[in-house]
């Protein structure tokens, strides 16, 4: 049942539209001139209105302009015989469609209906945008995707620990918010820290917080992350990353679930449910002597690997229409395809830098394209030719590899004016991570 108003000067057409529509189910109020509309529209919600664009005093075009916005219920208008010129007007106005005189009153139960239903589903599609973001989506149907599915489905609503490992890019953060997503806790905040982001001497006070006065710029009593997520989850990303003596603090707080703020005495409890993610291979790292082998174990209660794409390629076409939707979503510019060819090409690649360099090549695709056809050759892939030439042939594979990427970081760097968070962005990895590559090859940026 929908709520109408029908805007008509005719008693007639008033009457005989009210009557079709409530044999319908539907509720009805009539009203005979423009004013009189924008009033009702004023005073109540409608979810249809059934406009006359002839109408003495304030005409329907401008009553139509006039409600104009998000708010507006969808308007059908009715123009008079001939008069197609004015009902396109409308259309351009925002009317949904429009009917004309003489009306067929077959015509305008289907229209309504139309109308109707349509509001429901866009009323349907902004409501589970609500709940899921296009952002949050796994998107691949492949065995790789659904295995992983399958273990966030059943890892999701334990509370367990899970500690998800994948190369960069290839989706650790997305499935963090899956699994909380899925879990209990869902309705709970979930927080995330990028160890490899905060600095070591702010680590401890991002997490726990920190009491007024406990150090230099510390003016107020703070909550750490920890406290922020009580009765959620707390997404401990590039935990790879953290130092040992924070490793020991954070394994303290997992065996007892209990932690101070730095500069507190008051001893803080919490619920947390903890979810860490790392590119690094852990158990090398303990052998390195550089992770904690017992905060490992207390981590990897359930652990999930997220494949990398070139493990799911046949994933690339659904994945790389996803991104277009997406980008074409959130700039309202029409959304572009990809010829046979173009897919063939991205299929063909090896994507060392994952789903983010996937969706990093079609968002610049997406906005630099003046066409709306993808073909193979507007797609750049990967390392230019010359940056691996002339790397020295007496090298290990690793001072090889180590050269090479050295000299990309610097190729894509030059070409980006030394613009580091783009360059991060277009290498697909976080913009600490290169970071630290720049400081351990001894690149010194200068933006030009
Ligand atoms: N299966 C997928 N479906 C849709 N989007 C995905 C998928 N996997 C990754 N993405 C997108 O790719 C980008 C990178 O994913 P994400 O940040 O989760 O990777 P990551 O493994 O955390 O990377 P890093 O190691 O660099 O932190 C994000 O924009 C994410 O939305
Ligand atoms: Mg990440």
């Known amino acids: 049942m929908a709520k109408i108003l029908i805007i008509d000067d005719e008693p007639s ?80 106005l925002g009317a949904y469609d429009f009917l004309e005189k003489p009306l067929s009153l077959e015509r305008v139960l289907l229209t309504v209906n139309h109308a109707i239903s349509d509001r429901r589903l866009r009323e349907q599609v902004r409501d589970l945008r609500r709940q899921i973001s296009l ?12 295995r992983l599915d399958q273990q966030i489905r059943s890892a999701a609503p334990s509370n367990s620990r899970v500690l998800i490992t994948g190369e960069n890019g290839s989706g650790k953060e997305i499935v963090a918010r899956t699994l909380h997503r899925l879990s209990t806790r869902a309705e709970a905040p979930f927080i995330d820290v990028n160890c490899a ?10 997490l726990f917080g920190h009491r007024k006065g406990a150090f230099t710029g510390a003016i107020d009593d703070r909550k750490g992350k920890f406290e922020l997520a009580d009765g959620g989850t707390l997404f401990l990303d590039e935990i790879g990353d953290m130092s040992l003596k924070t490793q020991a603090k954070v394994l303290r707080v997992l065996q007892e679930q209990t932690f101070q703020r730095v ?6 409890k919490v619920d947390v449910r903890v979810l860490a993610a790392t590119n690094k291979d852990l158990e ?65 690649y090896g ?24 073909e193979p050759d507007d797609i750049q892939l990967g390392a230019r030719a010359d940056v691996a030439t002339s ?26 004016a030394g613009n580091v968070s783009r360059t991060a962005e277009v290498l697909g990895v976080e913009r600490s991570n290169l970071y630290r590559k720049l400081h351990a090859y001894g690149i010194r940026v200068e933006r030009n």
């Open 13 to 92: 057409i008033r009457s005989t539209l009210a009557g079709i529509l409530e044999d319908e189910g539907h509720r009805t109020v009539v009203c005979e001139s423009g004013e009189e509309a924008l009033a009702q529209f004023a005073r109540d919600e409608f979810d249809l209105a059934l406009l006359d664009l002839w109408l003495p005093g304030i005409d329907g075009l401008s009553v139509l302009e006039r409600i104009r916005g998000a708010a507006a219920p969808p308007v059908i208008v009715i123009s008079g015989h001939g008069n197609i010129d004015t009902a396109v007007r409308a259309t351009r």
């Open 135 to 146: 952002e949050e989506l796994l998107i691949g149907d492949s065995d790789p995707m659904r």
């Open 197 to 206: 982001a905060i600095p070591e001497e702010l680590i401890e006070s991002e």
């Open 263 to 268: 500069g507190g005495q008051q001893t803080i």
């Open 284 to 348: 090398q790292e303990i052998a390195a002597g550089s992770f904690r082998s017992d905060l490992y174990y207390r981590l990897n209660v359930i652990p999930i690997e997220v494949p990398p794409l070139r493990t799911h390629a046949s994933d690339i076409a659904q994945l790389a229409e996803h991104f277009l939707r997406r980008f074409a979503a959130e700039t309202g510019a029409p959304r572009k395809k990809l010829s046979a060819g173009a897919i063939a090409k991205l299929k063909g």
């Open 351 to 374: 994507w060392p830098g994952n789903v983010r360099e996937l969706r990093n090549v079609i968002e610049r695709l997406a906005i630099l394209l003046p066409g709306d056809t993808i």
């Open 391 to 416: 790397i020295p042939h007496n090298l290990t594979l690793r001072e090889a590899r180590d050269e090479f990427e050295k000299r990309y970081i610097l190729s894509r760097l030059k070409e980006l």
